[in-house]
């Protein structure tokens, strides 16, 4: 099995290209920055990606901590509502983090 390459500075990049993860996940955010309280629904409907993609993409960046969800998880009820929201200090935090290991700041 190929083993990946792993640059001596990457450390600082880890963690925000894990938690942004890919377009989807940027989308999200971009989208959630503009419409705070959203539903799945109304994010799936605005970027044109089925439901359950969506939902995939929330769970993990709920468990990475850039989602706030209200209600909080642990209260969801079966076929219940959950607004989401960003939390703009860690996904600001986890930029510049990436800039920093990008040498842009």
Not at 37 to 61: D, Q
Not at 78 to 101: E, H, I, P, T
Request: aromatic content about 6%; charged content about 25%.
């Amino acid at each position: 099995m190929p083993k990946y390459a792993r640059p001596a500075n990457s450390d600082r990049a880890e963690d925000p290209i894990e938690a942004f993860g890919n377009r989807l996940r940027t989308g999200i955010i971009g989208y959630l920055r503009e419409h705070p309280n959203s539903s799945r629904a109304e994010i799936s409907a605005a970027l044109g990606v089925p439901s359950p993609t969506v939902f995939n993409a929330l769970e993990k960046m709920l468990d990475a901590g850039l989602l706030v969800a209200d209600p909080p998880r642990e209260q969801w009820e079966r076929g219940g509502r959950v607004r989401y929201s960003v939390d703009g200090q860690l996904v600001s935090l986890l930029y510049l983090q990436l800039g920093q290991a990008l040498g842009e700041v």
